[in-house]
């Protein structure tokens, strides 16, 4: 079992940046593939960004492209989602998930584990 927990979420203004965490604990994740997904309220749970095991293969949703990029510490068991750009539109609750497979997947039961969750709110 994995469990996973988000971190890095808060307030910030229209523009500006925030950094994700996701610590994993459990068992190493470093074969695995890891995403990010957000639900805002109303909303599905939609996908992100997604990194493969190496961190070779990486996918992105075309609203982030260019302003977020995800990464991963495998040393530290670690999953990150840098954020910059920030828009009121991408005010929502940010999952980390984990896959038991090497490729990034786009829909949600692609993922096995999944954290419980940190908040983002962009203010305009």
């Known amino acids: 079992q994995v469990q996973l927990v988000e971190s890095g979420g808060g307030l910030v203004q229209s523009g500006g940046s925030l950094r994700l965490s996701c610590a994993a604990s459990?068992?190493?994740?470093?074969?695995?593939?890891v995403g990010w997904f957000r639900q805002a309220p109303g909303k599905e749970r939609e996908f992100v960004a997604g990194?493969?095991?190496?961190?070779?293969?990486?996918a992105y949703a075309d609203s982030v492209k260019g302003r977020f990029t995800i990464s991963r510490d495998n040393a530290k068991n670690t999953v990150y989602l840098q954020m910059n750009s920030l828009q009121p539109e991408d005010t929502a609750v940010y999952y980390c998930?984990?896959?038991?497979?090497?490729?990034?997947?786009?829909?949600?039961?692609?993922?096995?584990?999944w954290g419980q969750g940190t908040q983002v709110t962009v203010s305009s």
């Open positions: 459990g068992r190493t994740i470093r074969n695995c593939a």
């Open positions: 990194l493969s095991w190496s961190g070779g293969t990486t």
């Open positions: 998930a984990v896959r038991d497979g090497r490729r990034p997947g786009v829909p949600r039961y692609d993922y096995d584990y």
